[in-house]
């Protein structure tokens, strides 16, 4: 036999300076100063983790999913898809989603063409992938489109009672979902509903285009979303979602409802790097309407906002409420730009509403040419039926405004609170909004209490104490609750 000595490893045996190395631990231990020393460091070291996790958790940005690749892969002409804008596809959506529903993954890939299909159900571990050129039709004959209940938290088909007519695309509870593309589109042909709209010829609410519901991990990227019966994209109890790089339109005018973006009782979501432009609201954060929002009790939280464009003519860029019964808050937005609008950003709701909207910043805010820049409203009386509490009162309070700037703006702040619903701790900080013409009030305040820090124009109203760039109190306000407004501009 061998030496067997060869096989037995190097550190069995420790080199004199190794030794000495452990023998000198106990006493460095044994001192006062290098004990103290440690136990600072640990606390140090622990303290900084307790921050990081408590930062996060309360104030932290959107879970967000990062969606697989898909290894099976299908074509829509696969399934006997015809893309020329007549021949109703409809079928063939089906039978693709049906086949990656069974596969247990997959993703379709709409080539350029028409696609005209009546509405149709995503499923989970899917992507949607519209190519260059690739145009999804919705036919706009309500017939084929199916009646679904009202949302639980709105218990009313949000314009005529009873059902509501189902999405273009729609989903419910999914996980992992991908719509994206190479600026492919999504075409609701919104026009015949708007007419109808008008004059009254339908009898149920209008559907919106893409409407995802009690699902999470959902991304929708680089596509072109138009002309929508009602609200555009329309997430619903949904988590984790990312709303990147999407154009969104609708005419500006004779487009009703047309909402671009409206996250509803959702929680952990990003919109980002979008262009806007459409007959109502570009987005609308909610959270159910009245006692029925009260009672489903789902918020819309967590939410960032930010890099988007957006012009609407009828309504806002960036509107809270006005159904938000289930309450909003955590909501940031940053670098927006609201051009040729009607309002910047708007916070809306009324008695009966109940919930809450509050931890809401708005920094980094460009206005060109809009009419009102930010508006606070709490009698937007609009009810689902007779059953709402007239004394559930919203709470409305830590909202903030930093870095705020615009020309052409023809009322820079309108807040509007009430002896029932007043407006609590707002902030703003570093204003300089150019504005159309003189006018006496232009700063406009209804029982609100808050705060100037710093210099800002237009002047503040006298609701709000004023504060030095230090944090040192200028002017104390004699009364949050006076009432400076200017209905008539």
């Known amino acids: 036999m061998g030496d067997s000595s060869r096989f037995l490893p190097r550190s069995t045996s420790f ?32 303290l900084i983790f307790w921050q990081r996790a408590a930062v996060d ?40 989603i049906s086949e990656i529903r069974s596969r247990g993954g997959g993703q379709l890939n709409v080539e350029a063409g028409r696609w005209l299909t009546a509405p149709f159900n995503l499923t989970s571990h899917m992507t949607l992938f519209l190519a260059e050129n690739a145009v999804i039709l919705g036919i706009d004959d309500e017939n084929y489109w199916p009646l679904m209940p009202p949302l639980p938290s709105y218990g009313y088909g949000r314009e005529r009672a009873g059902p509501r007519y189902g999405s273009l695309i729609h989903g419910q509870n999914l996980r992992d979902v991908v719509i994206t593309g190479h600026n492919g589109t ?27 519901m009690w699902s999470r991990d959902i991304q929708i990227s680089d596509v072109t979303l138009r002309d929508s019966p009602f609200w555009t994209l329309h997430p619903y109890d949904c988590q984790n979602v990312t709303i990147r790089n999407v154009t969104i339109l609708a005419p500006l005018s004779g487009a009703p ?22 007959g109502d609201d570009g987005i609308a954060i909610k959270s159910g309407w009245d006692q029925y929002g009260i009672a489903y009790a789902r918020p819309s939280t967590n939410i960032l906002i930010r890099n988007v464009i957006v012009r609407s003519m009828i309504s806002a860029g960036v509107s809270i409420g006005s159904e938000m019964s289930g309450g909003v808050s955590r909501v940031t937005v940053e670098n927006l730009l609201v051009w040729n609008s009607k309002r910047g950003v708007r916070i809306k709701t009324t008695a009966g509403r109940g919930g809450y909207v509050r931890q809401i910043t708005y920094q980094n805010l460009t206005l060109e040419n809009v009419r009102v820049g930010i508006v606070m409203k709490t009698d937007y009386n609009e009810h689902p039926d007779e059953g709402y509490n007239p004394k559930a009162l919203p709470v409305i309070e830590d909202i903030n405004f930093d870095r705020i700037r615009g020309r052409g703006v023809r009322i820079p702040v309108r807040i509007y609170g009430s002896k029932e619903i007043p407006v609590r701790n707002v902030t703003f900080r570093d204003m300089l909004v150019g504005i159309t013409y003189k006018k006496k009030r232009i700063f406009q305040c209804s029982f609100v209490h808050g705060r100037v820090v710093g210099k800002i124009f237009p002047g503040p109203c006298v609701n709000l104490d004023v504060y030095d760039e230090e944090g040192r109190l200028v002017r104390q306000s004699t009364s949050h609750n006076s009432i400076e407004t200017d209905y008539d501009s």
């Open 186 to 212: 999504i075409n609701g042909q919104g026009r015949t509903w708007w007419t109808k709209y008008r004059k009254k010829h339908l009898n149920y609410t209008r559907g919106p285009l893409v409407q995802l």
């Open 15 to 46: 080199r004199p300076e190794s030794r000495r190395l452990l023998d000198s631990i106990p006493a460095l231990l044994s001192s006062p100063r290098t004990v103290l020393a440690l136990i600072w460091a640990a606390v140090f070291i622990l």
């Open 57 to 96: 958790s309360f104030w932290g940005p959107p879970t967000l999913h990062i969606p697989s690749l898909r290894s099976l892969v299908f074509n829509l002409t696969d399934f006997g898809a015809v893309g020329d804008g007549v021949t109703v596809n409809t079928k063939a959506f089906e039978m693709a």
């Open 257 to 278: 409802n047309t909402d671009g973006i409206d996250p509803d009782s959702c929680e952990n979501m990003l919109i980002e790097d979008c262009y806007i432009s459409v």
